[in-house]
């Protein structure tokens, strides 16, 4: 499928007539505006029919699923992988600021009435700000090249206390957990009887501490994520004398993030494009069960565009948000007190991280670079096409962008 653009910048019907683009690009009638996917704009007017063309956004808090489609055929399809390390990057951030702050600098009276969220209302926390902004813009990015029509999306909308309590009702809602428990300590401690959950009292130190399951900076709080140990086997735990066989509670920050997000992106899209409206998870699954389609992002949001019997395209566009910068300049650890710089240099014999580059008829992606011009490549999901290779023996094919695409066989 090759996606035409006019001369003015304006999406029109795809074409598959691969001859037809060779020719009109040999003769400079058209240009290459972009390569995965395959892009060319028209050189000479033309005109604008276009058919009435569906787009179903399967929103999710760790992977999206687009598909475009008419009433007969689909004509682009992709699941993307959003970002999961902005928490835990904000959190190291906040550790060298406290750090850099205790040194022997001036010291700068804290602010509070100088914060974003006082500040800006509506604000949304960094992570959950960068999956929205990653929706509007993958759906930005289906417009450029498409003529679209018609935009829906699903969005979902999660009953976390019945999910844990399926009972609920009236009041209750009002009555959490911790109900009457001074802090999430004392809780935790009552939940778990008093009493250490590893040794279960034999070791009979009666210093009781709250252990965090996962780490504080990414796990959180919660007390999901909290569980009672006595100090003695606490101590022996992070001296690495023990290991626990405990597993945190459910965790719903992905649900907590679909119920943030779906009236934020859905009202933006409302504000940016006509014709959209929305749908549910309950529909979706409805109409692919009842299709007997199989259980993928891309095939969900062929059926959220209206279309599940549309024939498929055959090809799905594999994409992924990547990093751009990393701004640490030095190691967070120096050794014997020499600072060392934390900056790779932006270009090695060449090439950058995650460029796209070809080798032995493969395309795949620079995940790893040595000074000595041996790279570690490989395809988006992490796949190795060779953990050392040299540099000569790759072509550069794009550069890197904070999304990276791939196009793969359905």
């Given at each position: 499928?090759v996606?035409?653009?006019?001369?003015?910048g304006?999406?029109l019907?795809?074409?598959t007539?691969?001859?037809?683009?060779?020719?009109l690009?040999r003769?400079?009638k058209?240009?290459?505006?972009?390569?995965?996917?395959?892009?060319?704009?028209l050189?000479?007017?033309?005109?604008?029919?276009a058919q009435?063309i569906?787009?179903?956004?399967?929103a999710?808090?760790?992977t999206?699923?687009l598909?475009?489609?008419?009433?007969?055929e689909?004509?682009?399809a992709?699941e993307t992988?959003?970002?999961?390390?902005?928490?835990?990057?904000?959190?190291?951030k906040?550790?060298?600021?406290?750090s850099r702050?205790n040194?022997k600098?001036?010291?700068r009276k804290p602010?509070?009435?100088?914060?974003v969220?006082?500040?800006?209302?509506?604000w949304?926390?960094?992570?959950i700000e960068h999956k929205?902004?990653s929706?509007?813009k993958?759906v930005?990015?289906v417009?450029?090249?498409?003529?679209?029509?018609k935009?829906v999306?699903e969005?979902a909308?999660f009953d976390?206390q019945?999910?844990?309590n399926?009972?609920?009702?009236?009041t209750e809602?009002?009555q959490g957990?911790?109900l009457?428990?001074?802090?999430?300590?004392?809780?935790v401690?009552?939940?778990d009887?008093?009493?250490c959950?590893?040794?279960k009292?034999k070791s009979k130190d009666?210093?009781l501490q709250?252990?965090?399951?996962?780490?504080?900076?990414?796990?959180?709080d919660?007390p999901?994520?909290l569980?009672t140990?006595?100090k003695t086997?606490h101590?022996a735990?992070?001296a690495?004398?023990l290991q626990?066989?405990?597993?945190?509670?459910a965790?719903?920050?992905?649900?907590a993030?679909m119920?943030?997000?779906?009236w934020a992106?859905?009202?933006k899209?409302k504000?940016?494009?006509?014709n959209?409206?929305?749908t549910?998870?309950y529909i979706?699954?409805y109409?692919?069960?009842?299709n007997?389609l199989?259980?993928t992002?891309?095939?969900?949001?062929?059926?959220i565009?209206?279309?599940p019997?549309?024939?498929?395209l055959?090809v799905i566009?594999?994409?992924?948000?990547v990093?751009?910068?990393?701004?640490?300049l030095?190691?967070a650890n120096?050794?014997k007190?020499?600072?060392?710089n934390?900056?790779?240099p932006?270009?090695v014999?060449?090439?950058?991280?995650?460029?796209?580059?070809?080798?032995e008829?493969?395309?795949?992606f620079v995940f790893?670079?040595r000074?000595s011009?041996y790279?570690?490549?490989?395809l988006?999901?992490?796949t190795?096409?060779?953990k050392?290779?040299g540099?000569?023996k790759?072509?550069l094919?794009?550069?890197?962008s904070?999304l990276?695409?791939?196009?793969?066989q359905a």
């Amino acid at each position: 499928m090759v996606y035409v653009i006019s001369r003015e910048g304006q999406p029109l019907m795809p074409t598959t007539r691969h001859g037809k683009v060779k020719h009109l690009l040999r003769e400079g009638k058209a240009k290459v505006v972009k390569r995965c996917p395959f892009t060319i704009q028209l050189m000479y007017e033309s005109t604008t029919h276009a058919q009435p063309i569906a787009l179903g956004v399967d929103a999710g808090s760790k992977t999206v699923g687009l598909s475009a489609t008419t009433e007969t055929e689909e004509l682009y399809a992709s699941e993307t992988k959003l970002r999961t390390d902005i928490v835990e990057l904000l959190a190291i951030k906040r550790q060298y600021r406290r750090s850099r702050r205790n040194r022997k600098t001036r010291y700068r009276k804290p602010r509070f009435s100088n914060r974003v969220s006082s500040k800006n209302k509506g604000w949304f926390a960094p992570s959950i700000e960068h999956k929205v902004n990653s929706h509007l813009k993958l759906v930005a990015d289906v417009y450029k090249i498409l003529p679209i029509t018609k935009l829906v999306i699903e969005v979902a909308s999660f009953d976390i206390q019945k999910i844990k309590n399926l009972g609920i009702s009236g009041t209750e809602y009002q009555q959490g957990e911790k109900l009457d428990a001074w802090n999430v300590r004392e809780y935790v401690l009552w939940r778990d009887g008093h009493t250490c959950q590893h040794c279960k009292g034999k070791s009979k130190d009666k210093i009781l501490q709250t252990h965090h399951l996962e780490s504080r900076k990414v796990g959180g709080d919660a007390p999901s994520n909290l569980v009672t140990l006595c100090k003695t086997c606490h101590d022996a735990y992070h001296a690495g004398k023990l290991q626990l066989n405990l597993k945190r509670g459910a965790s719903f920050r992905d649900a907590a993030f679909m119920g943030i997000m779906r009236w934020a992106f859905y009202n933006k899209l409302k504000e940016m494009y006509p014709n959209v409206s929305m749908t549910y998870g309950y529909i979706t699954k409805y109409v692919r069960i009842n299709n007997g389609l199989e259980k993928t992002h891309a095939v969900d949001a062929r059926c959220i565009s209206g279309h599940p019997l549309a024939e498929p395209l055959g090809v799905i566009y594999n994409q992924k948000f990547v990093r751009c910068n990393n701004r640490s300049l030095h190691k967070a650890n120096p050794k014997k007190g020499v600072r060392k710089n934390n900056q790779a240099p932006r270009y090695v014999q060449g090439f950058q991280l995650f460029d796209k580059v070809k080798f032995e008829d493969k395309e795949c992606f620079v995940f790893g670079r040595r000074s000595s011009g041996y790279f570690d490549i490989r395809l988006l999901d992490g796949t190795s096409v060779h953990k050392s290779v040299g540099c000569k023996k790759l072509r550069l094919l794009e550069q890197r962008s904070s999304l990276l695409t791939e196009r793969r066989q359905a």
